[in-house]
């Protein structure tokens, strides 16, 4: 291995099993086992990566969820071992990828500064000439002897990294650190970062912020599906996964604008087993007549058609079905076509209207197709009412009422 | 190896563990750390009123009172490390998952909370010993050794069932019934020597918890008692219990090993 390498990836598979229904007793395992049944799945979440991590260098790791960036860390942490391939890395690492792991709630702050202290290898001694430092790093002085369930997340986390960045590693891996943190909080751990880089220590960051890749890293490499995509300079990974993002929500959009447009055009649903074909409306001074062609996809039973029509505001102005006017259908079988006119007194005053089509089964839970604005018309006679509708009035007497005086 | 097993990092983060854990134990009581004396105290005047006042068991030897009491003591040790230590890796799930620390060192925690619950009982024997005045022999130097090959027996049991319960939670339960048979297998309540069939006494004393306790009788409390060297006339014989210690820690210790390298997945 090249002396300037201190991490080698070779050829690293990494497969979980993913039972099927967790067995966690023995009789599951026993049934199973009798019936020679698969109680797992087997899933590959890595796929014979291989890359080299150079001394010094700041290095990202960076992928969409799921697609393996965290299982490597922990392959590289040395919490999971990788089912095929090896791992050689020279230097010492820091054992944990999160902050505060190992911290206990019911201690107090200091006790709890004593044991993650231990987990990094020092001693109560050590720890002990550390602690002040810790303490005022953390800004937590008056908070120490408190319980740790009784910080805020924001003050645990404080707490934690003040105590890991005493560890002093060769190799720092570090899992999504900066998504925590308020401001000012984040300015210190931007300072340690640069601080880091100027010690030419080695760190891999796994995240998924690009604005922390070009700030910090050298080089990345970007995963997906378990395999290594793209493997080059900071500058050109970040860039590669924004717009491996941009293509995709680009993409997204576009689907939802058609569906958009066309649920637009013809704001309708239903089965689609009996469909509106077309539809025509005749207008005369006494009558609307509606004439609709329905045709069949598929074999169905009688069904019930129906239409209602709005006024431009939206209001039901009439509504009308077979099942209403008592008219028996006909079954129907695919491709077979119905006529149906609909004749409706012209009771409209001066207003645009829309007409719904409809068709359904005799239940009238199963719609075949409800079609929103299939039709629409306008009345002007030129005599506006503020009333909903306007039908015909006529005057069928007038006169003076005579005799009384007789 | 052992330089390996014994490094500075190792040996900070276990006496961390176990003090997080003794920490804890006694955390949000009134009494504290005295009920680590307390309890056994007083459990073990509830054991001396009821077997040797009132139910007067006679194992035909002297100081009956501590004589039972040692028994139940290393019982309960052995009872603490295995029952205790079953749940230990998945209770550490947190730490499993999140950071490399060698595995075997939870377990070996949570078996050194048991081992000073048995140094505080041992004080607590002292006492009745010397209300008792048993006489101490030189034997007595044999007992540290005796105590060791039952953590090791322990042990074993220990690494094998906490490593099997992050598979199957049926662990427990199996484990608990398990102890009740060999509660009744170890000598504890009834004298051994007085059983009637040499065949009995030889199954009994195959198991090092007989083996082990009846020793520990024998060189702290009464030359009296009926040991292993008595149960086999063949010395060659005695070595069994010794060798199923080994045997039963070899076989914790290969289990653990090999299960350990997914704990991180399988919890």
Known sequence: MNDDVVIKVDLVSKTFRLPHEKNSSLKGLVLNFYKGKRTYETQQVLKAISFEIKRGEFFGIVGRNGSGKSTLLKILAGIYFPTEGEIHISGRLTPFIELGVGFSPELTGRENVFLNGSLLGFNRKEMSSMYDDIVEFAELHRFMDQKLKNYSSGMQVRLAFSIAIRANPDILLLDEVLAVGDAAFQKKCYEYFMELKKNKKTVVLVTHDMGAVRQYCDSAIMIEDGVIIKQGKAEVIAQAYQKLFATEAEAAMKKEMQFKTKIAKEDRWGSGSLMVDKSTINLNDDEVTISVTYIANRKIDPPILGFNIYDSAGTDIVEGNTQRSRKKTYPMEPGEKVIIKWQIPNIFKDDSYNISLSCCDQSTVNFYDWFNKANSFTISRGSPTAAIVAPKVTIKSYSKINGSAE | ?267
Request: net charge positive.
């Open chain 2, 1 to 267: 190896m052992f330089k390996r097993i014994f490094s500075k990092k190792n040996r900070v983060l276990l006496a961390e563990l176990v003090r997080t854990d003794f920490k804890l134990r006694y955390q949000g009581s009134a009494l504290g750390y005295i009920w680590s004396l307390l309890r056994p105290l007083l459990l073990f005047t509830i054991l001396y009123l009821v077997f040797i006042k009132f139910l007067k068991v006679n194992y035909g030897v002297p100081h009956s009172a501590v004589y039972l009491l040692m028994g139940i003591v290393l019982w309960n040790f052995f009872l603490e490390l295995t029952a205790g230590s079953i749940g230990s890796i998945v209770g550490r799930g947190d730490l499993i998952r999140k950071i490399r620390i060698p595995r075997w060192l939870i377990v070996v925690s949570t078996s050194l909370s048991a081992v000073i619950s048995l140094l505080l009982n041992i004080v607590v024997i002292g006492v009745f010993m010397t209300l008792n005045h048993v006489a101490v022999s030189v034997d007595i130097l044999w007992f540290p050794l005796i105590l060791l090959e039952l953590y090791i027996f322990g042990m074993g049991i220990a690494l094998f069932l906490s490593a099997a319960f992050v598979r199957y939670r049926d662990v427990t339960y199996i484990w608990e019934v398990t102890c009740q048979a060999l509660f009744y297998l170890t000598p504890l309540l009834y004298p051994v020597a007085k059983l009637h069939w040499p065949i009995i006494r030889e199954i009994i004393f195959l198991s090092p918890l007989s083996q082990t306790i009846q020793e520990a009788r024998y060189t702290v409390v009464t030359k009296q008692t009926y040991t292993v060297f008595q149960a086999f006339h063949n010395n060659l014989l005695t070595v069994i219990p010794m060798a199923i210690t080994i045997i039963v820690f070899i076989i914790g210790v290969t289990y653990f090993r090999k299960r350990s390298l997914t704990f991180a997945e399988d919890i």
